[in-house]
């Protein structure tokens, strides 16, 4: 077997989960389809409580995986992962992968869906929060060709347990400029439920910060095709 084939455990997976979003991937798109699949196997393990033998088993097969791509390792200015502008969660599976509806000079609009692999118990983990809208945030304070800026601080409240397996509204607001400092503002719903608000600053970057920094928000997508 070459390292790009590999094996598939299908006596030991029946996944169970169904995501109700449109496919996230274009199918004909083997990254995306590698994200996605990686985002079962997350969701698969956190929902399971396999025998021991299908653990261990599975265990192998998963090392077995990472030892094969591990051949196909590049720099961070090549991977694919988290650079892939045009799929929702740009191919990485840190973040639960957001689908963004709408982004504009100042108002960015988005879906989510958490399930239990991002679970605090029966709602998402509270440390999730920032990193959807750490994503959102910044996605929009760096949008049209602004010069890129980074997260200096986000301030979240949390105003009821966000639910697992259904749709979450997140929205992101541009709230204003002061030199190098852009405020923004954010919001997460279920519903008419507001689950969680944030504040966040996000401050552009000198010359200086810049270097060796390969920087340059919705440009991935060309870069990686
Ligand atoms: C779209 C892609 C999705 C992925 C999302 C990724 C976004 C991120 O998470 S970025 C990673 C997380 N953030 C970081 O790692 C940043 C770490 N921090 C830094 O690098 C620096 O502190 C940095 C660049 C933010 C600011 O440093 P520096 O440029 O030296 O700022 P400095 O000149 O001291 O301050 C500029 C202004 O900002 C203010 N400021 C800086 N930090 C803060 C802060 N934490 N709180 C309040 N004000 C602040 C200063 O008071 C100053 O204000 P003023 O101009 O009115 O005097």
Redesign the pocket.
């Known amino acids: 077997m070459d390292a790009t084939t590999v094996s598939t455990t299908d006596d030991i997976w029946s996944p169970s989960w169904d995501d109700p979003f449109e496919p996230t991937t274009d199918r004909d798109d083997e990254f995306a389809e590698l994200t996605d699949a990686l985002r079962a196997v997350q969701e698969a393990v956190t929902r399971s409580r396999p025998t021991p033998d299908a653990a261990g088993r599975t265990a192998r097969t998963l090392r077995d995986l990472a030892a094969r791509l591990a051949a196909f390792e590049v720099g961070e200015d090549e991977q694919i992962s988290g650079r892939r502008w045009d799929l929702a969660g740009?191919g990485q599976t840190l973040t639960p992968a957001l689908h963004l509806d709408e982004v504009t000079d100042n108002r960015a609009r988005g879906r989510v869906l958490v399930g239990r692999f991002h679970s605090g118990r029966y709602a998402m983990n509270g440390g999730v929060t920032p990193l959807i809208f750490?994503?959102i945030l910044?996605?929009l304070a760096?949008s049209c060709g602004r010069p890129w800026a980074?997260?200096?601080?986000l301030h979240v409240n949390y105003r009821a347990p966000a639910p697992l397996d259904v749709e979450l509204r997140v929205e992101a607001e541009f709230a204003g400029q002061?030199?190098?400092?852009r405020f923004m503002r954010g919001a997460m719903h279920h519903g008419d439920v507001l689950v969680a608000d944030v504040e966040g600053?996000w401050?552009e970057?000198?010359p200086e910060?810049t270097q060796n920094v390969s920087l340059a928000?919705g440009r991935g997508a060309e870069e990686n095709s």
Do not use: M, P, S
């Open positions: 740009r750490d994503e910044a996605r760096n980074r997260t200096a601080y002061d030199g190098r400092k600053l401050i970057l000198k910060q928000v």
